[in-house]
């Protein structure tokens, strides 16, 4: 019983000591020549979480467009303290992150900030230093980010839920307060691209080759990018791409950018978006930093109406039973995504069940008049993507519900999505409730008015209580 009480004042006293270091800390950052440098805003375990780590990512989100709030600091000190947990807890097992990983995420990150920013110098005044140095600033706190998203992916990462349980989370449901749901649809498309002629596209490559002359005489590429490329992703950042890797580009511009050396300018050269010409601007490793300018093909009349027929033909013999739809749809779609799942589109949560007022207003136009198993007849449609390509599209509905409160009969996926993040939260709610009672968690009081981290506040635990008695 000796030695237990000594083991338990000997870790308060690491803790006191650990605490009596952060204050002191905190004391020589916070005040040069009279005003606020740093300090120490939490401590949890060993580890401590400065103002600036808060004022780091609060910037962030004033460059992504968020309104100012300084309330909005007490939710990013709480996901911060979240952080550290599941960090501790990953070096504890052995989680690693990679350079490559973090440099890739950083990459991505300041690539969309950028583009938010309107370009890199106006990101790069509004941080008040240079991107490489925010970078190196920000390398530390993005790979424990990265080590925490681990340690959450492993503790949950075994969860399932079987269908009794779904049917238990169900009939635990407030039936006074079940969702209602929209009509929804199951619905399949089949896409067809035109496919030009070299003398129809004969002018967007002279386009192409026109920029690309004025940029080899002198223009200013990232003028240029902002000015006439029709790449709109990256347009606003002078065409800049950031670093990538080999996949992340369609075939054709890959071997380009991976083969010219940094500050190079290529030939004008086609893909599937249009014409493109680019420089890559660095090198390292097995990934490439690249800006470039695309001018997008335009489809002729003649074009379209030959796209028209073809897929007219499909048409009939979908309507004359002579081709189901899920041959069809393998065999003639251009639709990458839908085409190798019999054309059948999905959410974002891989669900062929879609609300819709979740489709595109064309998609609806086209199917708002079909029964199920009918087809709609080509369409005329332009995509989202980069140069908004045009092209004919059939419509298949194959499932429409009405509106109706939540059933477990027509909604089981969805209740079944419902109860796993359920689980998961709870398992992840007593991950965190044992791993704050077993952790010396303290924040300066400046914080302690914020609604987001009362959780945080908690009273002392049974050792914290038997430390505070043997050491009297």
Same mark, same amino acid.
């Given at each position: ?141 993005? @790979?424990?980010? $990265? &080590? =925490?998203?681990?340690?959450? %992916? ?9 269908? #009794?349980? *779904? ?89 380009? @950018?991976?083969? $010219? &050396? =940094?500050?190079?300018?290529? %030939? ?9 010409? #680019?420089? *890559? ?192």
């Amino acid at each position: 019983m000796f030695k237990k009480r000594n083991s338990i004042l000997l870790r308060m006293i690491k803790q006191l000591c650990v605490f009596l270091f952060c204050v002191l800390g905190s004391i020589n950052l916070t005040y040069a020549q009279g005003k606020i440098v740093d300090r120490v805003v939490a401590t949890v375990g060993s580890n401590i979480i400065l103002q600036s780590d808060v004022d780091m990512q609060y910037s962030q989100n004033l460059v992504q467009g968020m309104s100012p709030n300084e309330d909005f600091k007490c939710y990013i000190l709480q996901q911060l303290l979240t952080q550290k947990l599941l960090a501790q807890q990953a070096v504890l097992d052995s989680i690693e992150v990679s350079e490559s990983e973090v440099d890739d995420n950083l990459n991505s990150r300041l690539s969309h900030m950028s583009r938010q920013a309107g370009g890199k110098e106006r990101l790069e005044s509004f941080l008040n230093r240079s991107l490489l140095q925010y970078k190196e600033e920000m390398r530390t706190s993005v @790979a424990e980010q $990265l &080590k =925490a998203q681990k340690m959450q %992916q492993n503790i949950v990462q075994k969860i399932d839920v079987t269908p #009794l349980e *779904v049917k238990r989370y169900f009939e635990g449901l407030d039936k006074d307060s079940l969702p209602y749901f929209d009509t929804e649809v199951e619905i399949g498309e089949i896409v067809m691209y035109p496919v030009m002629t070299k003398e129809e596209k004969e002018s967007f490559r002279k386009r192409a080759e026109d920029l690309r002359k004025q940029v080899v005489d002198g223009s200013d590429f990232g003028t240029i990018a902002r000015l006439y490329s029709e790449d709109k992703g990256s347009a606003m950042a002078g065409g800049d791409l950031g670093f990538s890797t080999r996949d992340n580009y369609v075939k054709e511009f890959s071997a380009i @950018a991976f083969k $010219l &050396k =940094a500050g190079e300018i290529s %030939q004008v050269f086609e893909t599937e978006y249009g014409f493109h010409f #680019l420089q *890559v601007l660095e090198r390292r490793g097995e990934e490439v930093k690249a800006r470039h300018i695309l001018i997008s093909v335009k489809p002729t009349a003649a074009s379209l109406e030959r796209t028209r027929l073809k897929l007219d033909t499909v048409y009939q013999k979908l309507v004359d039973k002579k081709l189901d739809f899920h041959t069809a749809a393998t065999h003639y779609s251009d639709n990458k995504e839908t085409k190798f799942n019999g054309g059948m589109v999905t959410d974002q949560n891989r669900s062929t069940m879609i609300p819709v007022n979740q489709l595109e207003a064309s998609v609806f136009k086209a199917i708002d008049p079909l029964k199920a198993g009918e087809y709609s007849q080509p369409t005329l449609f332009q995509d989202e993507g980069p140069g908004g390509k045009s092209g004919y599209r059939i419509s298949f509905l194959k499932t429409r519900i009405p509106p109706h409160k939540a059933n477990l009969e027509q909604d089981f996926a969805k209740i079944k999505e419902a109860a796993s993040e359920d689980k998961t939260r709870r398992k992840l709610s007593e991950w965190f409730e044992s791993r704050r009672n077993s952790t010396f968690i303290a924040i300066n009081e400046d914080f302690h008015k914020c609604e987001d981290l009362q959780i945080w506040f908690k009273p002392l635990n049974e050792d914290s209580i038997a430390a505070t008695n043997a050491s009297k």
